[in-house]
C-alpha cells in the first residue's frame, strides 16, 4: 500500500542528510574463541586467514562504490584516562584509527552488508572434539565489501587502507569492567580519503554520515571518576582540549549523549566479561526520507553460541542461523532483540492541502505536492458528516516528479453547513491511499437572494441561489419588523425565480429566507 502524508518543512541542519547512505548495525569485537592468530596459522583442519571481527552496516539507498565511494574508520582508545586524540578520526598511528575503503561492489537499498577481517563468521570459531575447528555460522555467502587480513604478523606496519591502521591482534577491543577497558568507535564518510589528496579528504573537522562509541556503563567507572561525566569524557575528550576530537553526526565535536539515554542512537555500554562470542546488534527505525531515527538506535548482545559453550572446548552442536545478525530475534535469556529497519520514501508527498467556502457558494480546493512517483490521479471525496466520502471529481495528475506541483478543483454545489474534503491518491498500478481531511463551513449569504417589488406593489420577484435541494421558507417584513407575508417553497440546487404574494408599503422590506439552518437577508 502506497502511502500519503502531510509533511512539514524540516528544521536546516549543518550537514546534509541526503548524504546518510549508511547507517551502522552491528559490530562483532569478542569472537568465541579468540582474536585473531596470524595469517596462514594452523589450527587442526582449519588454517587462519587473519581476523574474525567484522562490522555490519546497511545501506539506506542502492549505492555503486564505483561511483560513490565511502570509508569506514574505527578508533580505539587506550587506557582509562587518555581519551581521545587530537585529530579524532584523522588521528593515524599504532592502535588508533584503522581505515576501510569502499571502492567497488554494489548494495541494494535496505541490505546487510561488512567490512573487516577475512574469516567471515559471524561469532569466531570453536573446537570440536580437540581436532576439528570451524567458524560459528560461515556468513562467506552475505554481502562482504572489503576485508583486511589485520592479523598478518607480529611487527606492527601499516595495513589499513591508505596506510591507515596498523597490524593488531584485534582489529577492535574488548569492552570490560576494570583498568584495562578501551572505549572504541566506528564512523562511516562519503569519500575514501583520510587527509591530503584531491576530493573528499577526511579531517579533524570532517563530519561522518553515521558513527557510535561502545565503551563501558557508568556503573563499572573506576573509583574516584565522576560516573556523569566519565563515559563520555574518556570516549570523546582529547587529553589536552576538546577542540579537535571525534566530530559526530549532529556536527558537534563530542556531545552524543549518554549511555542509558533512551534517546541516544551514539553510545553503546560494552560487556562485563571477555570471550562470549555475543554480536553487539543495533535496533532502531531509520526514515530514509529524511534521514532521520525514527525510533532511536538501541544496543543488544545476541549470543551466537550456547551460554555453556563460552571459553570452552565443546561438542559441535546446533549454532544460530544468520537471521541472529540480521533479523528480529530472541536472545537465549528470551528477551526480543530488535533488527534495524527502514521506513521508505513516500511515493506521493502532499505537502498541503486547503479548503475555502466562497461567498458565491462554491468551496475551493487547493493542493500540492513535494515530489510524485507513479502518481496517475486524485479523486476529490466529500461528506456531509465526516465518516461517509462520496467521489465528486477527479483531478489528473504529474506521473513523476521532482518538484512542487500544485492542484485545484472547485466544489459548485456544496452542502449547507459543514463539507467535509479527502483525496484519494491512486497509482498507476491501483493502488491508493487517502489523505487527511479537510473542511469547509458553507452557509447563505447576501449574494445568494435579489428581490423586487412589482409596480402595484402585490408581488415580490425573488431569485434564490439554492445550495442543495429541498425546502426553503421565505419571509418578507416591513422595515418596523412587522411580518408581511410567508412562503415555504421546494427549491432545487442552483438558481430558482420565486414569485411572493404581498401587500407592500410605500417603504423598505426585509427579504429573509432560511434552509436546512442556514439564513441570509436583504433588503428591497
Not at 10 to 30: W, Y
Not at 338 to 349: C, D, E, F, H, N
Request: glycine share 10%; aromatic share 10%.
Amino acid at each position: 500500500m502506497k502511502k500519503l502524508l502531510l509533511t512539514l518543512s524540516l528544521a536546516a541542519i549543518l550537514f546534509s542528510a541526503e548524504a546518510q547512505k549508511i547507517i551502522i548495525t552491528g559490530v562483532m569485537f569478542d569472537p568465541q574463541g579468540g582474536d585473531a592468530p596470524a595469517v596462514g596459522v594452523v589450527a587442526g583442519n582449519y588454517t587462519h586467514k587473519g581476523g574474525y571481527e567484522y562490522i555490519q552496516l546497511m545501506a539506506t539507498e542502492n549505492i555503486d562504490f564505483s561511483q560513490t565511494p565511502h570509508c569506514v574508520v574505527r578508533c580505539t582508545n587506550s587506557g582509562t584516562t587518555n581519551g581521545a586524540p587530537n585529530n579524532g578520526w584523522a588521528e593515524t598511528g599504532v592502535d588508533r584509527t584503522f581505515k576501510f575503503n569502499l571502492t567497488s561492489g554494489t548494495v541494494n537499498k535496505g541490505e546487510f552488508f561488512y567490512v573487516g577481517g577475512p574469516e567471515k563468521a559471524a561469532g569466531g570459531f570453536l573446537v570440536d572434539g580437540g581436532t576439528t575447528y570451524y567458524p560459528v555460522l560461515d556468513i562467506t555467502s552475505s554481502k562482504w565489501i572489503r576485508t583486511i587480513a589485520y592479523s598478518v604478523g607480529t611487527n606492527s606496519s601499516p595495513i589499513g587502507d591508505d596506510g591507515i591502521g596498523m597490524t593488531t591482534t584485534g582489529l577492535m577491543p574488548n569492552i570490560v569492567k576494570g583498568s584495562s577497558a578501551r572505549p572504541f568507535g566506528i564512523a562511516v564518510f562519503e569519500g575514501n580519503l583520510v587527509s591530503g589528496l584531491p576530493n573528499v579528504a577526511i579531517t579533524v573537522n570532517s563530519v561522518p554520515v553515521d558513527a557510535i562509541f561502545v565503551g563501558y556503563s557508568n556503573s563499572n567507572v573506576l573509583a574516584g571518576v565522576n560516573p556523569l561525566t566519565h563515559d563520555r569524557d574518556n570516549v570523546y575528550f582529547p587529553a589536552n582540549a576538546p577542540n579537535n576530537c571525534y566530530r559526530m553526526p549532529n556536527t558537534d565535536r563530542y556531545t552524543a549523549g549518554y549511555m542509558g539515554d533512551p534517546n541516544n542512537q551514539y553510545v553503546y555500554s560494552g560487556q562485563s566479561v571477555e570471550n562470549v562470542g555475543s554480536f553487539l546488534k543495533l535496533g532502531g527505525v531509520f526514515n530514509t526520507d529524511d534521514k532521520t531515527w525514527v525510533t532511536p538506535r538501541v544496543g543488544n548482545y545476541v549470543q551466537l553460541v550456547p551460554p555453556s559453550a563460552f571459553g570452552t572446548v565443546v561438542e559441535r552442536t546446533s549454532f544460530a542461523t544468520l537471521a541472529m545478525i540480521e533479523g528480529n530475534v530472541a536472545g537465549y535469556n528470551g528477551t526480543s532483540i530488535p533488527v534495524t529497519t527502514l521506513i521508505s520514501p513516500l511515493p506521493v508527498k502532499l505537502a498541503s492541502f486547503t479548503a475555502k467556502a466562497n461567498k458565491q457558494g462554491t468551496v475551493s480546493l487547493a493542493w500540492s505536492t513535494a515530489s510524485e512517483q507513479n502518481n496517475s490521479h486524485f479523486e476529490v471525496t466529500r461528506s456531509a458528516d465526516g465518516k461517509s466520502f462520496a467521489k465528486i471529481g477527479q483531478v489528473q495528475g504529474n506521473g513523476n516528479s521532482s518538484t512542487t506541483k500544485n492542484y485545484s478543483y472547485v466544489d459548485a454545489s456544496p452542502v449547507a453547513g459543514v463539507n467535509y474534503y479527502q483525496l484519494k491518491q491512486v497509482d498507476f498500478d491501483g493502488t491508493y491511499e487517502l489523505s487527511g481531511v479537510v473542511s469547509a463551513k458553507v452557509g447563505l449569504s447576501n449574494d445568494n437572494l435579489t428581490a423586487s417589488a412589482s409596480a402595484n406593489r402585490t408581488l415580490v420577484a425573488v431569485t434564490y441561489n439554492a445550495l442543495a435541494n429541498g425546502k426553503a421558507l421565505f419571509n418578507v417584513y416591513s422595515i418596523s419588523g412587522a411580518k408581511i407575508a410567508t412562503v415555504e417553497q421546494t427549491v432545487t440546487a442552483g438558481l430558482n425565480k420565486i414569485s411572493i404574494p404581498a401587500n407592500l408599503g410605500n417603504s423598505i422590506h426585509i427579504l429573509n429566507v432560511s434552509q436546512a439552518g442556514a439564513t441570509a437577508s436583504i433588503k428591497f
